[in-house]
């Protein structure tokens, strides 16, 4: 059984409480790993082009309020 079999059917035995504390526990993680992941493309430059067309968009008047 491999290492995440394992892990899957212990949460299978989790009570409520538990499986709850994990399942927060794991969302924030994946936040977290998100917002790192995030920081780390803008600091890379690889959201530049994005913004500078939502710029341009927002400058030209092409925007709406929604």
């Known amino acids: 059984m491999s290492t995440l079999e394992q892990i899957e059917a212990a949460i299978l035995t989790l009570a409520s409480q538990d499986f709850e504390r994990l399942r927060q526990w ?3 993680l ?4 998100w917002d790192e992941q995030l920081e780390q493309d803008i600091a890379d430059g690889k959201l530049e082009a994005l913004a500078q067309e939502a710029i341009a968009e927002f400058e030209s008047g092409q925007c709406r309020e929604i």
């Open 26 to 28: 794991f969302f924030d």
């Open 30 to 33: 994946d936040y977290q790993r």
